[in-house]
């Protein structure tokens, strides 16, 4: 939950503990305590705030990847895996650590639709058949501004090296500008 407007403060109660306050309207915290239950015990986790990305960039980005799965005759499932393989962010575990899975060694984790993967050099054998490591990249829809701007841009980049014709500098630095306000 994003709490706008809130006032947050805490104090050092102890040599490795704090204190934190954050300081409300009554709705909201009334809406947030209501899914409180007292016998529980809970781990707030925090992390800085990104804007996410706008409706007109994801838009733009399967436009792109639609124009080069075409000329390079390929799917859009497979261009979009290969951009973020190329362009795209490791997923991480609670931990902050890169998820791994193991998948039977081929081509065919580009043809993913909702799992993205990264192949590593370790591969394994098991009973006549080759295994590869891959590490897990986040998909697309869970990118922030900043992460799906360096996929744009280099999708962008990528579509004119092929002659694919691409929106002029100033219209997308208005979308990306429009990220803030959406």
Request: aromatic share 10%; charged share 35%.
């Amino acid at each position: 939950m994003i709490v706008e407007g809130a006032k947050i403060g805490g104090e050092i109660v102890g040599i490795d503990t704090v204190r934190l306050y954050i300081q409300t309207d009554v709705k909201t915290a009334e809406t947030f305590l209501d899914g409180v239950k007292k016998d529980r015990k809970y781990r707030i986790d925090m992390k800085q705030y990104r804007e996410k990305r706008s409706p007109d960039a994801n838009a733009y980005y399967w436009v792109l990847i639609g124009k080069l799965a075409a000329v390079l005759d390929t799917s859009k499932e497979e261009m979009h895996n290969i951009q973020l393989n190329k362009y795209g962010v490791i997923k991480l575990d609670e931990d902050g650590k890169p998820e791994f899975c193991m998948e039977r060694d081929s081509e065919n984790y580009l043809t993913y639709k909702h799992n993205h993967l990264y192949p590593t050099d370790e591969t394994e054998s098991r009973k006549g058949v080759v295994y590869r490591w891959y590490i897990k990249l986040k998909g697309s829809s869970k990118y922030d501004t900043k992460e799906m701007a360096r996929l744009i841009d280099g999708t962008v980049e990528d579509a004119k090296e092929l002659g694919i014709e691409t929106l002029p500098p100033e219209d997308l630095e208005r979308m990306k500008a429009a990220w803030g306000t959406q």
